[in-house]
């Protein structure tokens, strides 16, 4: 029986509030200076989620955070889990692509999510990366997308050419269109493309969006009301 995405939220959310996990929270917090302020880990995701922090100062809580998934033990579960629920709402927003983009069912695209959440998570080099969640999301989304385009391309070549695993013309140009469009969005728009079609078109709140690219709301808002407004003149030049 296969289990609901919002139902592993929910176990994720009951198994941060036991007393074992608490305990674990709290060795957390006496080895991670930047987590020593939060009494408990509602706290924590609270602040993540809808605190007035700045983007800088969540990124390195969550700097933190992976540092701990990758230390081992159960402090390092405990570090993974918070990392979970914290990225929960970029992680929803990668998973409500994928299944739009067919990537998968609804069960087979949270499984993968989850289980590259987890791979990316505690093999992130934090040198090298500037913004972990932006950074994280990022690269679980194009990881199910190359997945699945090895996948089509193994089912090419074993369909050894059979009529029926061509795409038409119209197929080949649905299968085409969000690339082709975010071509022409960052011809006129540049680099807000994906914003603006995370919003506009996939239908993602701006809050949404602001986190993955790990933006305050705020500076989503402006980039993409910013935005609009070009693809807008661009628009009536062309009428």
């Not at 289980?115 to 080099?125: G, H, K, N, T, W």
């Not at 649905?174 to 728009?189: F, K, Y």
């Not at 914003?195 to 690219?213: C, K, N, P």
Request: aromatic residues 4%; charged residues 30%.
């Amino acid at each position: 029986m296969s289990i609901a995405w919002h139902e592993i939220r929910d176990h994720l959310m009951l198994s941060s509030s036991t007393l074992n996990f608490q305990k674990n929270f709290e060795a957390l917090r006496h080895n991670r200076e930047p987590l020593a302020q939060f009494a408990d880990p509602a706290a924590l995701l609270d602040t993540l989620h809808v605190g007035d922090r700045a983007p800088d100062e969540k990124n390195r809580l969550l700097a933190a955070l992976v540092g701990a998934a990758q230390s081992g033990g159960a402090v390092s579960d405990c570090a993974l889990t918070l990392m979970l629920l914290a990225l929960w709402p970029g992680l929803d927003a990668v998973r409500r692509r994928s299944i739009w983009r067919r990537v998968g069912t609804g069960d087979e695209v949270a499984s993968e999510i989850l289980a590259r959440a987890s791979e990316v998570l505690r093999s992130q080099d934090l040198q090298r990366v500037n913004w972990i969640a932006a950074t994280t999301l990022r690269n679980i989304e194009r990881d199910l997308i190359r997945t699945r385009q090895r996948e089509d391309r193994h089912q090419s070549l074993r369909s050894d050419g059979d009529p029926d695993e061509i795409l038409t013309d119209g197929e080949a140009s649905a299968s085409a269109s969000p690339a082709l469009l975010r071509d022409d969005l960052v011809r006129i728009i540049g680099a807000d493309a994906d914003l603006v079609i995370r919003v506009a078109v996939d239908g993602f709140s701006q809050a949404e969006v602001a986190i993955e690219m790990g933006l305050s709301e705020a500076a989503a808002r402006k980039r993409y009301q910013r935005a609009t407004r070009r693809l807008r003149d661009a628009l009536q030049e062309f009428r």
